[in-house]
């Protein structure tokens, strides 16, 4: 199984609970990605790890938002004292080395905020 | 500020003829441009792609289109299948910005058998 995996498929929290999701990337890809698509809007950019570098968080909407890639495998985004606003389904990609390789997105999480 | 944008957010179409999704961008700093394909409850999954040195690409039945002085890029994919339908992102992406994506809202396209 060589693509990229996402857990859980689904999540129904309560407001002002932490949730946390998770992407396991295809192996042997440096680069991890995580957007997020709200009802009815594009992908929204979040979060970008390549390799050992510092990871580009221009895109995280609030800093109840935070996102860890441990051995330059798995990544977990955290979601603190979620809100409403912050339902959507969010979506992991990997990518092999540079900008210009093909990323690979994953199924998505759909997070539910009541 | 939306930096790309698909204006027309659905599309239909008969099976077996031309469907053109467009896409506009604002970022002058974009230099790759590609186009995603999403069905439901999937992840998007890659398409097809151009870099600002061409205007044009072409991959069997699609083909992207780019006007740089306009700022646009369009997707033709002929002849039209009913598999073909689904919602197509359009992305971009700069030389100063890493690996992220900037995407558009999506267009989605019916094609009718």
């Known amino acids: 199984g060589a693509g990229v995996s996402q857990s859980p498929s689904n999540k129904v929290t309560e407001k002002g609970k932490d949730v946390e999701l998770r992407c396991d990337p295809i192996s042997g890809h440096t680069a991890l990605y995580w957007y997020r698509q709200s009802l009815g809007q594009g992908l929204e950019f979040l979060i970008y790890f390549q390799g050992n570098s510092a990871p580009d968080k221009s895109g995280l909407p609030s800093d109840r938002f935070s996102a860890e890639r441990t051995g330059g495998s798995v990544s977990t985004l955290t979601i603190q004292r979620t809100q409403q606003e912050d339902s959507a389904v969010y979506l992991c990609?990997?990518?092999?080395?540079?900008?210009?390789?093909?990323?690979?997105f994953g199924p998505g999480t759909r997070l539910t905020v009541l | 500020d939306q930096q790309v944008k698909q204006n027309s957010p659905s599309l239909s179409v008969q099976e077996g003829r031309i469907s053109i999704l467009n896409c506009d961008y604002t970022n002058s700093m974009f230099d790759y441009f590609l186009w995603y394909k999403k069905y439901p409850a999937e992840g998007p999954t890659f398409l097809i792609s151009?870099?600002?040195?061409?205007d044009k690409n072409e991959d069997g039945r699609f083909t992207v289109f780019l006007n740089k002085s306009a700022k646009h890029l369009s997707l033709h994919i002929v002849p039209s299948q009913p598999g073909d339908s689904a919602v197509y992102f359009c992305a971009a992406s700069g030389n100063n910005q890493g690996g992220k994506l900037i995407f558009g809202q999506g267009t989605e396209l019916s094609v009718k058998p």
């Open positions: 990609a990997s990518s092999f080395l540079s900008r210009r390789d093909t990323q690979y």
């Open positions: 151009i870099s600002s040195i061409k």
